[in-house]
């Protein structure tokens, strides 16, 4: 085994995924070096919603996999929100049926239960206490904690993995690796929100209208986080005034009392997604090893539960020879 990986590994992509799997990799004792394109509040991560969830990811017993092992992370995490943005937080998952997520949960979520009429009356759901992640807080605290491990995040544009001098080169580029990675199978999913002043909720709640429309609801500090859509092959970063207000449509046919909420922004991200996530070593030019992580979706951010579960697997995968 190469054991060159253990003291200099250089990870490409400053968001949670590349933050998470460079800290990682920084408390099992490696030099650590973040290379990002933009500073982490302005990465595809930052928009997120977030709840946890294994959302969007595929192959989806591996993805439960690594979200049940993020759980456990967040939990902990929660136990400091002020300093982690990490709450645990009740709400519904319409359109959910209790057996089917005990199936893979295994009695790991707290408060897991049918939902009533009077939770959710649009239809079946369950109501259960998840962590929901305030990335405002969640990203910079991520790097905080990145760089009181020894590890360094650097902003600068790279054209090519091979610039990376490090015995180890982690690629966590989204969809920079279709470029960077020759990897023309990781795609955009377009995700646009509008956020605005909170009536009053505290309590979380994601649907699916019959028309196959989603909406959710997530509070945050002082705000609150509409959603939502799933628009595969959308690149634009522009919002759409016709999609907010359907968003604000959706959200208010749910909960009325967020009609008439002011609105303080409109956020646009794009879900770098694969029909499965690549997940898997190879090699640069030079022989030195490359991991490569591309496509994790819906379940890149904490939301659904790739970025905690996800690393630990990086390193073992940088580690093998």
Same mark, same amino acid.
């Given at each position: 085994m190469d054991t060159r990986w253990n003291s200099d590994v250089i990870v490409v992509?400053?968001?949670? #995924?590349?933050?998470?799997?460079?800290?990682? *990799?920084?408390? /099992? /004792?490696?030099?650590?070096?973040?290379?990002?394109?933009?500073? $982490?509040e302005r990465t595809t991560s930052a928009v997120a919603g977030a709840l946890w969830w294994p959302y969007h990811i595929e192959p989806e017993a591996s993805a439960r996999a690594w979200a049940l092992s993020s759980l456990e992370v967040y939990e902990r995490l929660a136990a400091?929100?002020? =300093?982690?943005?990490?709450? *645990?937080?009740? /709400?519904?998952?319409?359109?959910? @049926?209790?057996?089917?997520?005990?199936?893979?949960?295994?009695?790991?979520?707290?408060?897991?239960?049918?939902?009533?009429? =009077?939770?959710y009356g649009a239809g079946t759901g369950v109501r259960l206490r998840l962590p929901l992640i305030d990335m405002t807080v969640f990203l910079p605290w991520l790097r905080q904690r990145? *760089?009181?491990?020894?590890?360094? $995040?650097?902003?600068?544009?790279?054209? @090519?993995?091979?610039?990376?001098e490090a015995s180890v080169v982690v690629n966590c580029?989204?969809?920079?690796?279709?470029e960077l990675a020759a990897d023309a199978l990781v795609r955009p999913v377009r995700g646009q929100l509008v956020v605005v002043e909170n009536p009053g909720l505290?309590?979380?709640? $994601?649907?699916?209208?019959?028309? /196959?429309?989603?909406?959710?609801l997530f509070p945050h500090a002082g705000r609150l986080l509409l959603g939502g859509t799933a628009q595969d092959g959308n690149w634009s970063l522009?919002?759409?005034?016709?999609?907010?207000?359907? #968003?604000?449509?959706?959200?208010?046919?749910?909960?009325?009392?967020?009609?008439?909420?002011?609105? *303080?922004?409109?956020?646009?991200?794009?879900?770098?997604?694969?029909?499965?996530?690549?997940?898997?070593?190879?090699?640069?030019?030079?022989?030195?090893?490359?991991?490569?992580h591309s496509g994790p979706g819906g379940g890149g951010a904490p939301g659904g539960g790739g970025g905690g579960g996800v690393a630990p697997a990086l390193v073992g995968a940088a580690a093998s020879g």
């Open positions: 992509g400053g968001g949670v #995924i590349g933050l998470t799997t460079a800290l990682a *990799l920084a408390d /099992g /004792g490696s030099r650590v070096r973040v290379w990002t394109r933009e500073p $982490v400091r929100p002020a =300093q982690t943005g990490v709450r *645990l937080v009740e /709400g519904v998952l319409g359109e959910t @049926d209790p057996a089917e997520v005990e199936a893979w949960a295994a009695g790991r979520l707290t408060g897991l239960h049918r939902s009533t009429a =009077q939770e990145l *760089l009181l491990a020894g590890g360094t $995040v650097e902003e600068r544009t790279v054209a @090519d993995l091979a610039e990376a580029t989204g969809l920079g690796a279709r505290d309590t979380w709640l $994601v649907s699916t209208g019959p028309d /196959g429309e989603m909406a959710y522009e919002p759409d005034p016709e999609v907010a207000e359907a #968003i604000v449509r959706r959200c208010a046919a749910l909960r009325p009392e967020v009609a008439g909420a002011r609105i *303080l922004e409109h956020r646009v991200g794009l879900r770098p997604v694969r029909d499965a996530v690549r997940l898997e070593r190879a090699e640069l030019p030079d022989g030195r090893p490359v991991v490569h």
